[in-house]
């Protein structure tokens, strides 16, 4: 019997691997699906919006969510506040759904805390250090003491690629694109704990 449950999909990454342009490309392929949009304190850039690309507050509002434990997860990345806010997991997961994250490391460790039983994890990198630097300089959204902090923090990401279940390389955007798609419909199958444990003692019992 197929039963429809809800399971997450973590992707981290360095700024500018391309996770959102590789979201973009599969998220009508994979089915019923919720991605996670962030709580920030950073200031909003041109051309995003508030509610689509972050929920943008500021710190003393941020603070306040912490206290009411409103956080899945939150970490400070370059001096700002990011979180994942936890009611609309918990009702995208109830559903049915595959809930998206696009989260650092930290958040990572976060999710798998709570979730881990039903969590698929994903780094998504550049090929190389150079390659990175080259995208975050095209891009022309950051000063160069950003960039700088940006590629410092990849640095430091990169050496944490074995707490991943998978590491895509996003070298060639469609060909990891259809990569990320056929995870994404594993992720579906990662069944929780409880489940398990359910199972084997129906079968033992039959």
């Known amino acids: 019997m197929l039963i429809k449950r809800g399971a997450v999909l973590v992707l981290s990454g360095p700024s500018g691997a391309g996770k959102s342009s590789l979201i973009s490309k599969i998220i009508d392929d994979i089915g019923d699906c919720y991605f996670s949009i962030s709580t920030t304190t950073r200031p909003m850039r041109a051309g995003e919006k508030d509610g689509v690309d972050y929920?943008?507050?500021?710190?003393?509002?941020?603070?306040?969510?912490?206290?009411?434990?409103e956080f899945l997860e939150y970490a400070v990345?370059?001096?700002?506040?990011?979180?994942?806010?936890?009611?609309?997991?918990?009702?995208?997961?109830?559903g049915g759904k595959l809930v998206i994250f696009d989260i650092d490391v930290q958040g990572n460790v976060s999710v798998n805390s709570r979730l881990g039983d039903i969590t698929t994890s994903v780094f998504i990198t550049p090929p190389s250090l150079s390659e990175l630097r080259r995208r975050l300089e095209a891009r022309g959204t950051d000063s160069c003491e950003i960039i700088e902090k940006r590629i410092e923090n990849a640095k430091r990401e990169i050496q944490r690629v074995s707490e991943y279940d998978y590491l895509l390389v996003n070298d060639d955007l469609d060909h990891a694109a259809e990569q990320l798609k056929l995870i994404a419909k594993v992720a579906r199958m990662k069944l929780p704990t409880e489940e398990i444990n359910e199972f084997v003692n129906k079968w033992e019992n039959i």
């Open 55 to 69: 929920h943008f507050v500021d710190e003393e509002e941020f603070k306040a969510g912490i206290e009411r434990d």
């Open 77 to 94: 990345v370059h001096g700002n506040y990011y979180g994942t806010s936890l009611g609309p997991v918990k009702e995208a997961l109830a």
